[in-house]
Structures are given as structure tokens and as C-alpha cells.
């Protein structure tokens, strides 16, 4: 008893002792949180509840929110989910919404990433429903503006369960004093376009703004040419685009430049028109004549062309090889080969040897019988054809007279884009799990190259180490630890879950025991332990105190009661 007294306490001491940041051997995995009940609900971020690993991870770095000050700026701390709301924009049949048919039926949540976690604490924007529409906005303070300054839109993907076909891409949405972000819808009107999309043979990371046409007020998209291929690890990566007032932009990925060009230039359709255009009413006249070349009309056919000539003919100066073995077959019936047990001639027939490649045949020129090779024919000339000449009645290659445009226009300041009012996920994918983090949207190239390095570049080292830790070549079997590593990695996974269970049940006992009932029990034995070793000492003290040395009253038999 007392020695099952002491190794129950031994155990106790060593997971209290051992510190968990000296684990290697432990997965960081971080349990996600449970999902929204619909994208209709505004979503609340869940109570943060320490699990074994995440009290692990704690320890080493925890999430340190920015100094840095921007227009807009995202962290996904605790006050994130009052900003971004889902859609619950309707779909709309034969012109008219159906109010029973969401056309957003995505989930999201704001949680920590499950792979290859960074910082703890650190949460992002996760799209939780594979193969749907998702929706969700979040409206500025104040409209940012772009005209005559630099603009920057910083975000961070991950990937958690790759991306084999949808977009990860944001919108940030045109000023709109009457924006509701319940409606944001794939209709609502966006300036910018930017971030990463893929599907089938589709790999890119889109940059696209919307340009007002100054003459009639129409609106078009203008789609980088030459675009960028995104990345699909399962790391965080971060996107930056930059928009300069001299109208060039640049777009990196991880903090080094893939993209470089301007908008006057690199965009289809252009943002400024043609000067000159076709003239739409000149016609080609019908005595136009556009062929160059021409077979000669004048050329015949010489009277000793044989078309029917054969390309080749007999050889009837060759001779057969000396080593040519006329009697040896090109193959015969495998020596090797024997009759299956199960052969029936009855129902199979009568059993037949495959054949093979007769050895004989390859160390000679050949076997079986011999005959005439074939050479070119010098008489062949195939199917008689004119030659080309230069056409006499050419005018060359005929083309409309230019005239000047009447829908041109230039626009030498297309980096003035307006105010922007809001940032948007509008999304389909088949992949859940994705995650945003970090947005910035400003003006300042410097603050967000200042942001990236304080949180992409520290969480990408952590991210890249534990991806190293979870490839084959460097996963360590247990059967390969010492003994005290596998006591450490023990103890260490021990004093995080009970640790993790003493949050949970301050919380909501009920479901604390429910989730972890080892650890409900192993806490019970703990307390019963502790409850009888201090009633053990109290009836101690009790009796040195107030017992007496009496000697214990005889019973029957001659025997005390304390012999009995």
C-alpha cells in the first residue's frame, strides 16, 4: 500500500517537474474549434481552453499583438468577431430572392490552426465547409483612400488542407455608404482583386482592379497578364501587393518580389483605348486580291513524269549474308515451358508452348528465308504539282483605313482608384481549412514590411521547423528512445493534459468530465489519495494527542481486542 502510495505521487512530481518546453517528441497538433451553426449567425470566438499541446506550445511563443497602426489591421484577437460578419445573401430565381436558398452556405470560425501551428493563441479566419460558397466581410472604420498615395494589401494563407481547386483570393470592396455586409454577394462592386487561385491547369495569384471608363461611366475589369504561381504548402505564406501613384505595382510572396510592372502596360484590356481604330463601315472591295503566290497557270506536266512509280524497287544486286540461317525458324516453342496441372485437353485443347525469340537468330544476320532488300527507285517522282510563282494581281494584304476613336480617352493616373470601404472573402472551394491571418491595408510600405517580419517571418520558422519534425526522414520512432525519453515525452504529455483538464473544469465541469474521463479519473485518485493520507494523519495526530496507553480489555478466550 505504501508503496503504491509513493509511485503515485513519484509520477505526480514528475510531470509537475518536468518542463514541457524540453520535449521534442511531442506533436503539435492544436484541436480545432467546433464551427458556427450557420453563416447567418454571427460567429463568437471561443473562450481560449489550453489543450495538451497548446499548454506545450505556450510555453516556447505566444501570440504578441502588433504596435503597429494601419487603416486596417487583423490579428483575429477576441474583438475580430464583432468586425466580420457572414453573408446571408439570398439566391435569386427568375429575378426574384428565394428566401428559403442561403447562396452562402460556407461555415466560418476564427481558431487556431490545426497543422503546423505557429505562435500560440495565434487565430485566424477559417473556412470550415469543403466543396461550397462561402461569404464574409468585415467594413473599415474609415474609408481608405488611394488617390495620389501608395496603397498596400498584406494578407497571410494557410492551407491547412491544400488547395486542389478554389480561390483564396480577397476583395477589398468599393466605398458604399449604404454596403450592408449581411448582402455582400459575388455582385457587390470591389476595386481590387488579389490573392491566390487554383484549379485544374489554373495556378496563379490574381491581381485584378476595377477601372471607371471617365467618358461613359462604365466599369471593367482589368486582369494582370502575366500573373505569379501562388504556393500550396502547408505553411503560412504571406502576399503583399503594392500600388505606387507613378501607377507601377509590385506583388511578393514571402517577402521577396515575383512581380514587377505597371498598370498602364500589364493589364488586358488596357486601361486606356486605342487613339485609332478600324473604320467599322469600309469594306474589303470584292476585286481585292490578297494571295501573295499562286501555282504557275502556264506550267505543264513533262511528258516522261511517271506518277505511278513506286518509291522503292528490288535490290537485284543483293546477296544474302554467309552467316544467314535459312533453316533455323525466327522463334520457337519455349524449351522451359511445361503443361499446367490444371490443363484439361477436354475443355482447353491440346496444350501448345508459347513461343520465343529464337537464340540462335541473334548472333547471325538473320534467320528463315532470306530475300531481296529494297532501295529507292531513281525513277520516282511522285505526283506531278505547278510550281509557285508571285501572283500578278496581288494588292497586298487589304486593311480597314484607321479613323480616330471616338470612345478614347486617357487615363494617366489609374493608381487613383477611389476610396475602399471594406475587406471580403467571396469564395468557392473544395478544400476546407483554409485560413487567413495578418491583414494589413494601408498606405505604408514600410509598416507592412514592418508586420510581415514580426509575424510571418518569426511564425514561418516555428511553422517550417515542425514540418521537418512530421516528414518521414525525421520522425523519430519511440522504439529508437532512450528510456528517459520516453519517461520526459510521458510525464511532459501527462502535466499538459491535466493541466488542460483543470481549465476545462473550472469552465464547465460536466463537459470537462465528458471529454476526458481518464483524466477525470486519474484527478479522482489523486483526491482520494490526498483525502485519505490527511484523515490517515488527522487520526494520528488525534491519537497522540487524546489516546491513552491503556491496555486493550480481554475478551473471551484470553485474547485482547487489539489481537483480534
Not at 254 to 263: H, I, P
Request: aromatic share 10%; net charge negative.
Amino acid at each position: 500500500m505504501q508503496l503504491s502510495k509513493i509511485l503515485a505521487l513519484s509520477v505526480w512530481a514528475l510531470a509537475s517537474l518536468v518542463r514541457a518546453s524540453e520535449s521534442e517528441d511531442v506533436e503539435d497538433v492544436v484541436p480545432e474549434e467546433p464551427a458556427l451553426d450557420s453563416v447567418s449567425a454571427p460567429f463568437t470566438v471561443p473562450k481560449p481552453r489550453p489543450n495538451a499541446n497548446s499548454l506545450i506550445e505556450a510555453l516556447r511563443i505566444y501570440l504578441q499583438p502588433t504596435n503597429i497602426v494601419a487603416p486596417f489591421l487583423e490579428q483575429f484577437l477576441p474583438e475580430a468577431s464583432k468586425r466580420w460578419i457572414s453573408s446571408e445573401a439570398k439566391k435569386v430565381v427568375d429575378g426574384i430572392e428565394d428566401d428559403e436558398l442561403l447562396r452562402f452556405r460556407g461555415l466560418w470560425n476564427i481558431e487556431e490552426p490545426t497543422v503546423f501551428p505557429g505562435f500560440s493563441g495565434d487565430r485566424g479566419l477559417v473556412v470550415k465547409t469543403p466543396a461550397s460558397h462561402h461569404a464574409i466581410s468585415a467594413s473599415f472604420k474609415e474609408p481608405i483612400e488611394t488617390n495620389g498615395k501608395t496603397f498596400v494589401a498584406q494578407y497571410e494563407v494557410k492551407l491547412q488542407n491544400g488547395l486542389e481547386c478554389g480561390g483564396a483570393y480577397m476583395k477589398l470592396l468599393t466605398a458604399d455608404s449604404e454596403f450592408t455586409p449581411a448582402q455582400f454577394s459575388d455582385k457587390t462592386p470591389y476595386t481590387i482583386m488579389f490573392g491566390p487561385d487554383r484549379c485544374g491547369t489554373t495556378n496563379k495569384v490574381h491581381f485584378i482592379f476595377r477601372h471607371k471608363n471617365p467618358k461613359t461611366g462604365e466599369v471593367e475589369e482589368k486582369h494582370l497578364s502575366e500573373t505569379p504561381q501562388a504556393k500550396f504548402d502547408k505553411k503560412s505564406n504571406v502576399y503583399t501587393l503594392v500600388v505606387r501613384p507613378d501607377n507601377s505595382f509590385e506583388m511578393l510572396i514571402n517577402d521577396e518580389s515575383v512581380k514587377k510592372g505597371s498598370l498602364l502596360t500589364d493589364f488586358v484590356p488596357p486601361v486606356n483605348p486605342p487613339k485609332m481604330i478600324d473604320d467599322p463601315e469600309d469594306v474589303k472591295p470584292a476585286d481585292w486580291v490578297d494571295t501573295a503566290k499562286i501555282p504557275d497557270p502556264e506550267a505543264k506536266k513533262p511528258a516522261d513524269w511517271d506518277e505511278e512509280a513506286p518509291r522503292e524497287i528490288i535490290d537485284e544486286d543483293g546477296s544474302m549474308p554467309e552467316d544467314w540461317l535459312v533453316n533455323e525458324p525466327k522463334s520457337i516453342p519455349d524449351p522451359e515451358s511445361t503443361k499446367p496441372d490444371d490443363w484439361d485437353e477436354e475443355e482447353d485443347g491440346e496444350f501448345t508452348a508459347p513461343t520465343i525469340d529464337n537464340p540462335k537468330c541473334a548472333e547471325v544476320s538473320g534467320c528463315g528465308p532470306w530475300t531481296k532488300p529494297l532501295k529507292p527507285n531513281p525513277d520516282y517522282k511522285g505526283k506531278w504539282k505547278a510550281p509557285i510563282i508571285d501572283n500578278p494581281a496581288y494588292k497586298g494584304v487589304w486593311a480597314p483605313k484607321q479613323i480616330e476613336n471616338p470612345a478614347y480617352f486617357e487615363d494617366k493616373e489609374p493608381s487613383n482608384m477611389g476610396q475602399i470601404g471594406a475587406i471580403g472573402f467571396e469564395l468557392w472551394t473544395m478544400q476546407n481549412g483554409i485560413l487567413f491571418d495578418n491583414i494589413y491595408i494601408g498606405n505604408s510600405e514600410k509598416d507592412a514590411k514592418a508586420f510581415r517580419k514580426e509575424t510571418w517571418a518569426a511564425k514561418h520558422k516555428i511553422e517550417s521547423e515542425k514540418e521537418k519534425k512530421h516528414t518521414p526522414e525525421a520522425e523519430k520512432d519511440e522504439a529508437d528512445m532512450t528510456m528517459w525519453q520516453k519517461v520526459k515525452s510521458q510525464a511532459v504529455k501527462f502535466r499538459a493534459r491535466m493541466y488542460s483538464f483543470a481549465f476545462a473544469l473550472a469552465e464547465d465541469p460536466m463537459a470537462a468530465l465528458k471529454e476526458d474521463p481518464i483524466a477525470a479519473g486519474a484527478v479522482g485518485l489523486v483526491v482520494i489519495y490526498f483525502a485519505t493520507t490527511f484523515v490517515t494523519l488527522l487520526m494520528s495526530t488525534y491519537g497522540i494527542f487524546f489516546g491513552g496507553s491503556k491496555a486493550a480489555a480481554p475478551v473471551a478466550g484470553g485474547e485482547t481486542k487489539k489481537d483480534q
